[in-house]
């Protein structure tokens, strides 16, 4: 590259504190009105904690899990259930894909086709665990 040539720098959207907190309230609510404990964890669209909540009663156990879902659904920026369904379908070699948590729960926080974030969520079944990281994510439409 000579000294004439502009470098090139990308414009991105950034996942706010204020965002992942109403994100998490939504999910929260949720699940409390189903008499849920879970914990719900906000990444940032570099896999950065922004936000754990560890509702009362909630297993520690989901603390990891919850993390660990919203990294899956954000590195591959697709719902961690897509990998629980690959693997039941017999594809066991997702087992050796680094950073596959492969159980339903997780998902990408995406705003006008660019993943911003991610929202994962542990503590009770699979299935319910998707519903309530659901209800986060689409408090985010109600955001932007």
Do not use: C
């Not at 090139?8 to 907190?21: G, V």
């Not at 922004?50 to 993390?67: E, H, K, W, Y």
């Amino acid at each position: 590259m000579n000294e004439k040539t502009p470098l090139s720098l990308l414009t991105k959207r950034t996942l706010a504190l204020a965002a992942a907190r109403k994100i998490t309230a939504a999910a929260e609510s949720y699940a409390r009105r189903r008499g849920w404990k879970v914990v719900i964890a906000v990444v940032d669209d570099g896999g950065h904690l922004i936000v754990l909540s560890r509702m009362d009663g909630a297993q520690i156990g989901s603390i990891q899990v919850a993390q660990a879902k919203a990294l899956t659904a954000l590195a591959f920026k697709r719902p961690s259930k897509a990998w629980e369904d690959a693997l039941a379908g017999g594809r066991h070699a997702v087992l050796g894909l680094p950073g596959v948590t492969p159980v339903e729960g997780g998902l990408p926080l995406v705003v006008e086709g660019e993943v911003v974030g991610a929202i994962g969520v542990s503590g009770v079944t699979s299935e319910q665990d998707g519903l309530i990281a659901q209800a986060g994510a689409a408090r985010l439409a109600k955001i932007t």
